[in-house]
């Protein structure tokens, strides 16, 4: 008997997964604008104004269905506040797939030229197409948004070029964080504290500085945020494995946990479905503030309810991360994994 023969049999790499069920353990009521149609439309003709986008482009932002995400997230607010919403999603989808393809010189420049837009909407000049359409958005946006949500806006978005710099850095190092350093990174990249801060805009809500910084409405946005990024992570795993892409959540579980595939995406999974019940215990643990600031807490807590159900949804209604075969993999929960390009 030769000894070769004996050397185990290397095993095949994985051709699916399972992903988890976090749709059925999130019981919040989805909901939808009823202006959703009037501002896809009017939104994409502004995205696509002067942008010489392919066909391919333009295709993959009709799939994309952000104007189905920003109505499900912002179900109830006015349709001026909601198209410019729908501008700033459409806007951050498209910042996200030009940063993919950017140095941190890149994302740092393009960076400063935006911030510099929502800093000085009156005074200055972009030099970037994206620069140029933050500015249009936030024109319109600082209307009716109070100073608070202004300050938190601006902030947020600092971060979160300031994360996507240090994201460009490490895919150029091909450097795989530890999960602490991800999760703090990865709060900031997905570009959800932005988007909260929306939620005051799109209904007009008053809430002192000092109700925003309480540690529970912290942990709430928190809450959301994890769950909305974390989902996209399993989510998106296929198309960004296929492009060797590592800053994603299961590859650093594998990583640093020495965990299979599977096992990675069920520890993910089960982070997910975690994320949910903090939301809901800290919701039940919410203080008061007397009843108009209650009020308005609520419906900003509403808000970041309507994000996480509707981000849940709208991932197998898009065609950005299972092409046309979303409703099989939702109802299915098996993706079959793509071909690493070359």
């Known amino acids: ?27 919040f009521p989805l909901r939808n604008n009823r202006h959703r149609k009037q501002a896809t439309v009017e939104c994409k003709q502004w ?10 482009k333009r295709n993959a932002f009709h799939g994309l269905k952000a104007g189905l995400l920003t109505s499900m997230c912002y179900s109830n607010a006015a349709y001026p506040q ?33 911030m510099n837009a929502f800093w000085l909407p009156d005074r200055y000049l972009p030099v970037t197409r994206v620069g140029r359409m933050a500015k249009d958005f936030w024109r319109r946006a600082v209307v009716t948004a109070n100073p ?51 939620i005051e805009y799109a209904y007009n809500l008053h809430i002192p500085d000092e109700v925003m910084d309480h540690p529970t ?3 709430l946005g928190e809450a959301a945020n994890d769950l909305v990024t ?48 903090r939301f809901v215990a800290e919701r039940a643990s919410l203080p008061s ?30 065609e950005r991360y299972f092409g046309k075969t979303g409703l099989e993999v939702k109802k299915m929960r098996t993706v079959t994994l793509l071909p690493r390009r070359v």
């Open 1 to 27: 008997m030769h000894l070769e023969s004996l050397a185990p049999v290397p095993s095949a790499p994985p051709s699916k997964i399972l992903i988890p069920d976090l749709v059925s353990h999130c019981d």
């Open 47 to 56: 995205l696509f104004r002067g942008g010489n986008l392919s066909e391919r």
């Open 217 to 219: 409405i912290r942990n």
């Open 230 to 277: 974390w989902s996209n992570d399993i989510f998106s795993y296929n198309v960004e494995q296929s492009k060797g892409d590592t800053h994603n959540m299961i590859v650093v579980v594998m990583e640093q946990e020495g965990l299979s595939l599977q096992s990675a995406v069920d520890f993910v999974g089960d982070l997910c479905q975690k994320s949910i019940d």
């Open 148 to 198: 608070g949500t202004q300050q938190r806006f601006r902030e947020t978005m600092d971060f979160f070029f300031q994360a996507v710099t240090q994201q460009a850095v490490d895919r150029e190092a091909g450097v795989v964080p530890d999960l602490e350093s991800y999760i703090s990174l990865r709060r900031d990249t997905s570009g959800c504290k932005p988007c909260w801060a929306l």
């Open 82 to 114: 909601l198209r410019v919403c729908c501008d700033f999603m459409n806007w951050l989808f498209h910042m996200d797939n030009i940063s993919d393809d950017m140095n941190n010189r890149g994302t740092a420049f393009t960076g400063i030229d935006v």
């Open 289 to 318: 503030w007397g009843p108009e600031i209650d009020r308005e807490i609520d419906i900003y807590v509403d808000g970041l309810a309507d994000w996480i159900v509707g981000s849940l949804h709208w991932s197998f209604e898009s």
